[in-house]
């Protein structure tokens, strides 16, 4: 794609970046075939295409982000299906991420748009801020009908008070900063990201990771990192998020430096895509350039990481039949498509691939919250391809798409570590045993063990 940027702007180090990636744009339209809105809505600007476009005209222009261009690309979940499709490199989501932080930088929103967005910005990545949040929540359920039919922020509204689970589970010990040390001699030394909302929705996903990794020889140091920032970074919010970031990078290294660690481990992809992007995002910043380089280079999902434990394989397959769901984040983000199920299959899980894979389920950080129709769409069209695969239980690794794809389906949903846990010699996880099954289901590997 052809551009003309003048050399005063490109001397902006990130116009000069989103230059370069505009210019890889070959206006093939390959994206528009993969890309979930596009699918739905039938529009071109709806596309990955059709976006590039938009926010080509909105730099090169120096214009203030239209109300026209923030509507399109509020829409983009980010789920960089269209980057996996893309046959000539174009890295989209550097390119949204600015196109973004622009938007914040040079539009107003309506207040209520405002106001919803700075709610979402100040509670969920703060856990004390977000259990109170979610207990208010619970509280109001009754309102629904009320709150929901409010104009204007209703519909948010309604699916915040939608999205809040049922039943707030307990503080974990997980939630402590400090050390769990490996069963028997060490193998291993690594920083596990406590995380934000997950920590407060679902603490059993670190817990079955810190058991699977004890187990296994590795000794778990959870740092104070706090939220990673990509909560706030997908909302453009690109000051915020490197706040939180430089904290996180901070701990972790403070840590690597005191006692060594061989990864940064996360169970939430979408927080692992941002904190290995950190090198990027402050590839300007001479005080953080190396140090977010090398929290980066550390950075592993925790897939990644058990797959490199040589954990014992299953003699033979159980009967239950696991449908595994690939987060965007964890598929487009970050490129781990094989190995969540070649670890559950090697535990000894029948695994089933979800037809339509590639598609986002609606989740997208705070998009099912701030775009509640079209992520409504995605979750009904997600859940319908799960169903046609008659799983017993779905598996996937990202806390956003447990909690999307949960509320649409009865099918118990869990995180992929904690199915692993279980076939190692953890305990039945909790939402298995709620839907009736037994510990009878695990498959044979623990006694290989
Ligand atoms: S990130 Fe996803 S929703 Fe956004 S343009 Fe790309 S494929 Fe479409
Ligand atoms: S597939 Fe890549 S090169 Fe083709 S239009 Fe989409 S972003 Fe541009």
């Not at 003048?6 to 116009?15: F, T, W």
């Not at 996903?205 to 990192?225: K, M, P, S, T, Y």
């Amino acid at each position: 794609m052809q551009t003309s940027f003048s050399p005063a702007q490109l001397a902006d180090p990130h116009m000069a970046a989103s230059e370069k990636i505009l210019r890889t744009c070959v206006h093939c339209g390959f994206c528009t075939a993969t890309c979930p809105t596009y699918l739905l809505l039938g529009d071109e600007l709806d596309s990955p295409r059709g976006r590039i476009y938009l926010i080509k005209d909105m730099l090169e222009g120096g214009k203030p982000a239209s109300p026209e261009v923030v509507k399109h690309i509020d829409r983009c979940l980010s789920c960089l299906s269209c980057m996996t499709t893309c046959p000539s490199g174009v890295h989209y989501m550097h390119l949204v991420d600015h196109a973004r932080a622009h938007i914040e930088a040079t539009h107003r929103r309506p207040l209520h748009d405002r106001l919803i967005r700075g709610l979402l910005a100040r509670v969920l990545p703060h856990p004390h801020r977000f259990r109170l949040a979610m207990l208010l929540a619970l509280l109001s359920k009754p309102l629904r009908p009320l709150l929901g039919a409010l104009p204007r922020v209703g519909n948010r509204l309604g699916a915040m008070l939608d999205l809040a689970p049922a039943r707030l589970p307990n503080r974990s010990p997980g939630d402590a900063r400090g050390t769990f040390p490996a069963h028997g001699p060490r193998r291993g030394r690594v920083a596990l990201l406590k995380g934000c909302a997950q920590s407060v929705l679902a603490p059993h996903h670190n817990e079955a990771a810190i058991r699977l990794l004890n187990r296994h020889g590795v000794e778990v140091v959870q740092a104070n990192e706090g939220c990673c920032g990509a909560l706030v970074h997908h909302m453009g919010r690109e000051e915020e998020s490197k706040r939180f970031a430089r904290k996180a990078i901070d701990a972790w290294l403070a840590e690597a430096d005191r006692r060594g660690l061989d990864a940064i481990l996360i169970t939430a992809s979408g927080c692992g895509t941002t904190v290995k992007d950190y090198g990027f995002m402050f590839r300007d910043e001479p005080a953080y350039a190396e140090k977010a380089a090398r929290v980066s280079a550390l950075t592993k999902d925790i897939v990644e990481y058990a797959l490199t434990l040589g954990l014992p394989t299953a003699p033979r397959q159980s009967d239950l039949v696991v449908a595994y769901h690939s987060a965007c984040s964890m598929q487009h983000g970050q490129q781990i498509r094989t190995e969540p199920k070649t670890l559950l299959k090697q535990a000894g899980f029948t695994v089933k691939d979800v037809p339509e894979g590639h598609i986002c389920c609606g989740s997208a950080g705070t998009y099912n919250i701030l775009q509640p129709e079209i992520a409504n769409r995605l979750r009904a069209r997600k859940v319908a391809h799960i169903a046609r695969v008659r799983p017993d239980v779905i598996a996937t690794g990202n806390i956003g798409c447990i909690t999307q794809i949960g509320k649409g389906t009865d099918i118990p949903i869990v995180h992929t570590v904690e199915l692993v846990d279980w076939a190692t010699g953890g305990p039945l996880p909790e939402a298995l045993a709620k839907a009736g099954l037994s510990e009878s289901g695990r498959p044979a590997l623990a006694a290989a063990e």
